[in-house]
C-alpha cells in the first residue's frame, strides 16, 4: 500500500508529536504549529506524553496476560532505546514480537532502518501501510512476518484515530477485531479539548498547516471505538485534564 509522503515544508502529525515528546525528528514547520496549538492550548504537548504513558501500561498489562504479538498503528518515530513498544513488551516476556505501522512513508522508513540495519532487532518490523484498512495492514508481509493471527494480538493506537470521523474510527478498530482471534487487546488513545471554542481554534490551525482533518471525540464516541469488547482496566490511569486538553485512553479485550 502506498504511503503518504509527508515533505519539510508541510507539518506532519508523527514530527508535530516528536517534537511534543522531546524528540528530534521534525523541521521548522512542525515547530511552529506545534507551538502554536500549545499556545491556544498550554496542555497540549503533555497529552502526548500522557498518551505515551497509557499504551505502555497497557503493554505492560497485555504480556503479563500473555499476549506476544503486538501491532502498533500509527507508530510514529522510533521511541528512544528501552521505550519502544518491542522493549516494554519484552521486559515482560523476551519473545514478543512488535510490528509498527504507519501511512508516513519517512516514519515507515526510518523505523526500518533504525529497527533492522541499526538495531538489528530480530521479530521487530516496520511497514509503510494505512490503519484505516485492516485487512490491507494484515496482510502486509512485514506484519505477517511477526504476528500470528491464530494467536491473541494487541493492537495499540496511540493519538492515531482521531484523524478520521469517530464513526469511521469505530469501523476500522471493529475491523482489526473482527480479523483477530478471541483474547485480542485493543488499546487506544485519542485527544481531546473541552473548551469548543479553544478546539475550534486548534483545528482550524491544523487544518489549515497540514490540509488534513482533525476529531475531538465525545467520550461516547470514544467508548465506540470499543463496541463489543470487554473493557479491562489498566493499572495507572491517564492522566487529568491538562487544561483544556486532555487525553482518552482505554482497553478491551475480545471475549
Known sequence: MEGRPCGPDTPAAARVWNYWLGGLDYYQPDRELADRIAGICPGAPLMAADSRDFTARAVTWAAREGVTRFLDLGCGYPRPPGAGIHDIARAVNPAAAVAY????????????????????????????????????????????????????????????????????????????????????????????????GRWELVRAEWEAATGTGLWNFTRGEFAALFGGLEIVMVPGPVAGPRGAAHVLGGAARKP
Open 101 to 196: 505501522a504507519d501511512i508516513d512513508e519517512d516514519v515507515a522508513h526510518y523505523s526500518s532502518w533504525v529497527y533492522g540495519e541499526e538495531r538489528k532487532l530480530e521479530g521487530v518490523t516496520a511497514t509503510c501501510a494505512d490503519l484505516r484498512d485492516p485487512a490491507a495492514v494484515l496482510a502486509a508481509p512485514g506484519v505477517r512476518e511477526v504476528i500470528d493471527l491464530t494467536a491473541p494480538v494487541c493492537v495499540t493506537a496511540g493519538a492515531a484515530l482521531h484523524f478520521m470521523p469517530a464513526d469511521q474510527a469505530a469501523e476500522v478498530t471493529a475491523g482489526y477485531m473482527a480479523r483477530l482471534p478471541a483474547r485480542s487487546i485493543l488499546v487506544a488513545t485519542a485527544g481531546r479539548v473541552d473548551d469548543a
